[in-house]
């Protein structure tokens, strides 16, 4: 039993703890995001149907239609037609 | 009002000095050598509290987020847009408080915490926006695209909400852009003061001072300057003591000596049996011995830095102390508090009067000696600490301090090199020994460094170096007592005899194999435990600020990122405390259920041990669950290792799996419960236990045999008392040809009904079943209430048999069988025996030839011989 709740503690740290937000494409061309996290700016390109992780500590996003968005970090966002929504 | 405001800041200001101190064990030493480098010293604290205004802010933030729902649309602009101007406007002072105290480590410390405090409220503003923009995204996306040319054109109403939210949301834009060139900013002001505190600390220690400009004459008279301005404001104070303050003062000095009184016999009284060493005990194990230093270094100078802190406290609270005088009262109690903790310390691990009680085995006169040189090590620093402080307060000349700190580390460096020529071991013959060649020349080498660097000029690296020496070693050396104890208590049947041992020993009747475990248990605490106590002092030590520690915290606690891997410890932890408070609480609710509710109720032994083992497993798996979401991990993210894991479940860990489902079908299908009797293949005994791979059947011979539960499930299982315990068992007898057969029929069936255990309905029968070919055979078939009764009842219905069969002269024949024995035909033998056959066979050969030879001396007899 021991050995059980051992080994799935281990496999759940593997997993690893997801403090990020998330972001879906959901249109057909790729998108990318302006992301100024911890001082510093960066595009992030997101292909068709791709989810990525980003923003583990808060961060400013632009999108790809101009809208601006702050995020802590634990949201869920999905990308349609340029514009995002929470999901 | 204002000599109010001032006094109430001092004191402010002496109770966190000093409660750093006291809980620093020592550190303040650090801040002080920092503070003296710094222009302005009343500064080195200031920032500290003003960090506190920055906290309001944060904390209101939940309120702004949650309010514009309720509140009118344009509010919710005008308050951020607010709220991001006054950021800002904190963001420019703090600059310029940055270029100001850019030689002020504390200072930049706690502006860097102000900073991360804005960044926060940036981020926070930010997100106020959110709700609002999603209203208006979702209402321009209602009103659809304006009508392309040629169209007919759309109202104007509609045209003019369009363009309304158009522009609102394009404020909102702009608003969220200064935000983010705000949050730019601040997190590049934070690695500047990153730099500015990395080469603060360098030019610390590399800093030169030309010795020669401050040995000319001035010093001798800067110094007399010095000594008679700080008898002048000391004797100033007292005055203004006895003639204002009389009181007051009596009644602090008061309280401190009722703590230190309190402290000294109630101490003594409570933990006496921790600290006191017991001379007449001849041989005191290693843990004892441990123990003692550890509590007697720990508690009296936890005890002395209650006293001093007290004391500053009480002086602060009834005024007694003037803004020089404070500062100066608590450098000065640095001093005692630092050489009291140091010459604790020394005498708990040397115990110069009790050679029993020495934790290394030196000489005694060593001991003695040792104990006098370190605290007087610890006693230079400290004093020379006080006088950096003196020196600030005054504002004296930098001559004198630099002769001073030079002084001090000259003596430091003699008293290092003094301590590693002790020679505190004896051979044999009992010659005195040196301590060992590494560290002797360690010793030699730090107090050289101390004295070469100080001569060279630099004396800040000196003062440094001699400050770790003294701090972090006794630190180190606290810490690494506490280490050799905690090693001390794993060793075998050690933690039986502690205090605590003896205890849980007659309490609870526990094992000495458990208190082992335990004694490991322990070990392993006391070692977290004195990484966490003993660390943040030594990081301190280090030039690290309190601030630092608490953005680890903070990163900690929100987590940090590897590579693309987002990592939250805490989070983590958190989700296993839930987890196995889950596993605490499903195991309190499973007995809780069984013992209380089911057993009252009169439910079957078997159905309480299923329900019992469903909600075991139901309650892990729900606490797991809970576990998993509560330490932030996306359960999708576990998909792709169970994505990975199905693979190998399919090939290797199919078994596994199979006999894990079979054992749910078993436990919600109950074909058999624990108890039942029964039969599956060639394995027949009662259940013991059903557990989620195999189940526990034992035998009538009491072995027991662990049955994978997939073969309880695939296979064809007899259940001998499934439904009930019904059950009949059959007796076979014969009786004689030739006998009553009816009377036979008779006795068998009267024997049967008069059995006490032997069910009426469905009544017994006797059944003729065969004529066999020795005896008439009959059956008795009878059913038992109980079928576990079985052997009983064949036993008592056999027993009643013979004697009814005797009292009858019924025979019961034993089986007939009549033996042919074949006569041999012909008696011919074989030699069984090859080699007698051949010494036979020898003999008849040796015979012939002794036949042969006979007549040949007949003839030789006519014959003479030639020869």
Redesign the interface.
Same mark, same amino acid.
């Given at each position: 039993m021991k050995t059980l709740i051992l080994a799935s503690i281990a496999c759940l740290g593997a997993a690893g703890g997801a403090f990020a937000a998330s972001a879906v494409n959901k249109d057909a061309q790729p998108r990318t995001l302006i992301v100024t996290e911890g001082g510093s700016k960066s595009e992030l390109a997101i292909g068709p149907g791709e989810t990525i992780e980003f923003c583990s500590s808060g961060c400013f996003v632009t999108l790809p239609n101009g809208d601006r968005e702050a995020l802590t970090g634990n949201e869920a966002i999905e990308i349609s037609g340029g514009a995002a929504r929470f999901r | 009002m204002k000599p109010l405001n001032r006094h109430a800041s001092l004191a402010l200001r002496h109770i966190f000095v000093m409660l750093f101190l006291l809980v620093l064990a020592g550190g303040g030493v650090s801040v002080v050598a920092h503070a003296q480098e710094t222009a302005a010293p009343a500064e080195s604290t200031a920032p500290a509290t003003e960090a506190q205004p920055a906290a309001p802010d944060q904390s209101a933030e939940p309120p702004a987020q949650a309010a514009p729902k309720a509140a009118p649309v344009a509010s919710v602009m005008t308050e951020q847009r607010e709220k991001i101007e006054g950021l800002t406007k904190q963001v420019d002072d703090i600059s310029k408080k940055v270029d100001q105290a850019s030689k002020d480590d504390a200072g930049l410390v706690a502006l860097r915490g102000q900073l991360e405090a804005v960044?926060?409220s940036?981020?926070?503003?930010?997100?106020a926006?959110?709700p609002r923009? *999603?209203e208006i995204?979702s209402r321009v996306t209602q009103l659809g695209n304006p009508p392309a040319d040629g169209q007919p054109p759309e109202p104007e109403m509609v045209a003019n909400e369009r363009h309304a939210l158009n522009t609102e949301?394009a404020e909102? !834009?702009v608003l969220?852009?200064k935000?983010?060139d705000l949050?730019?900013r601040? !997190?590049?002001m934070? !690695?500047k003061i990153t730099v500015l505190r990395r080469s603060l600390f360098t030019n610390m220690l590399t800093k030169r001072y030309e010795l020669a400009n401050a040995f000319t004459g001035e010093v001798g008279h800067a110094v007399n300057y010095e000594i008679s301005r700080l008898y002048n404001s000391v004797s100033s104070w007292l005055r203004f003591v006895v003639q204002f303050k009389f009181r007051a003062v009596l009644a602090a000095t008061f309280f401190a000596l009722l703590v230190a009184a309190v402290m000294q016999f109630g101490g003594r009284r409570i933990f006496g049996r921790l600290i006191n060493r017991d001379p007449s005990l001849e041989d005191p194990s290693y843990l004892s011995r441990l123990s003692v230093a550890f509590w007697s270094t720990l508690l009296p100078t936890l005890a002395m830095g209650v006293l001093l802190s007290g004391t500053v406290t009480l002086y602060t609270y009834f005024n007694v102390l003037r803004g020089d005088i404070g500062v100066l009262l608590s450098g000065f109690f640095t001093v005692l508090f630092v050489s009291f903790f140091v010459n604790c310390l020394s005498r708990a691990v040397l115990s110069p009067d009790m050679p029993n009680w020495r934790l290394i085995s030196i000489e005694s006169r060593a001991a003695q000696l040792l104990v006098w040189l370190m605290t007087l090590t610890a006693f230079v620093v400290g004093l020379d600490a006080f006088m950096g402080v003196v020196s600030d307060t005054l504002s004296s000349p930098l001559s004198v301090t630099i002769v001073k700190s030079l002084v001090a580390a000259l003596l430091v460096g003699v008293l290092l090199v003094l301590i590693g020529s002790v020679k505190p071991f004896v051979d044999e013959k009992g010659t005195p020994r040196p301590w060992p060649t590494t560290l002797r020349y360690l010793l030699y080498l730090i107090g050289l460094v101390t004295i070469v660097s100080a001569l060279l000029g630099y004396v800040s690296f000196a003062q440094f170096v001699s400050q770790q020496i003294v701090i972090t070693g006794a630190l180190l050396a606290t810490a690494y007592i506490g280490f050799l104890a905690a090693s001390a208590i794993s060793d075998e049947g050690a933690f039986a005899d502690t205090s605590v041992g003896r205890w849980l020993k007659t309490k609870h009747n526990l094992e000495d194999t458990t208190l082992d475990q335990l004694g490991l248990v322990s070990n392993v605490l006391i070692h977290i435990l004195i990484v966490i106590v003993f660390l943040p002092f030594i990081l301190f030590q280090w030039g690290f600020q309190p601030g630092d520690l608490l953005v680890w915290l903070n990163k900690l606690a929100?987590?940090?990122?590897i590579g *693309?891997?987002?990592?939250?410890?805490l *989070?983590?932890v958190t989700?296993?405390v839930v987890f196995v408070l889950g596993y605490f609480i499903t195991r309190w609710f499973q007995g809780w259920l069984d013992g209380s509710v089911m057993a009252r109720g009169k439910v079957d032994a078997g159905v309480r041990n299923s329900i019992r083992t469903v909600i075991g497993y139901a309650g892990i798996a729900l606490a797991?669950l809970i576990?998993?979401s509560s *330490?932030?991990?996306?359960l999708s !993210?576990?998909a792709?290792?169970a994505g990975g894991l199905s693979l190998g479940i399919g090939f290797g860990l199919q078994n596994v799996v199979s006999n894990f489902v079979s054992g749910l079908i078993l436990l919600a299908e109950r074909p058999f419960k624990a108890g039942d009797w029964i039969v599956a293949g060639q394995v027949s005994g009662t259940v013991k236990k059903i557990s989620v791979r195999a189940t526990e059947i034992e035998t009538f011979q009491r072995q027991t045999v662990i049955l994978p539960n997939s073969e309880l499930i695939n296979g064809a299982v007899g259940n001998w008392t499934h439904r009930n315990k019904l059950g009949r068992v059959e007796i076979p007898v014969g009786v004689a040809h030739g006998s009553d057969v009816k009377r036979v029929h008779e006795i068998l069936l009267d024997i049967a009904r008069s059995h006490h255990m032997v069910l009426k309905n469905p009544e017994p029968f006797v059944l003729f079943a065969a004529f066999g070919e020795s005896a008439l055979n009959f059956e008795v078939r009878v059913f038992l209430a109980d079928i576990g009764n079985g052997s009983i009842v064949q036993n008592d219905i056999r027993f009643a048999i013979v004697e009814a069969f005797d009292k009858e002269n019924i025979e019961i024949p034993a089986p007939r069988r009549d033996i042919v024995v074949k006569a041999p035909s012909s008696p011919k033998t074989w030699s069984i025996d090859d080699e007698k056959a051949e010494a036979e066979y020898f003999e008849l050969l040796s015979a012939r030839a002794r036949a042969a030879q006979q007549p040949a001396p007949r003839r030789r007899s006519k014959k003479p011989d030639p020869a």
């Open positions: - | 960044d926060k940036l981020l926070d503003s930010g997100i926006f959110r923009l *999603a995204n949301k909102i !834009n969220l852009g935000a983010e949050s730019v601040v !997190n590049g934070v !690695n929100t987590g940090f990122k *693309a891997f987002s990592f939250s410890p *989070a983590i989700g296993v797991g576990g998993i *330490a932030g991990i996306d !993210n576990l792709l290792v």
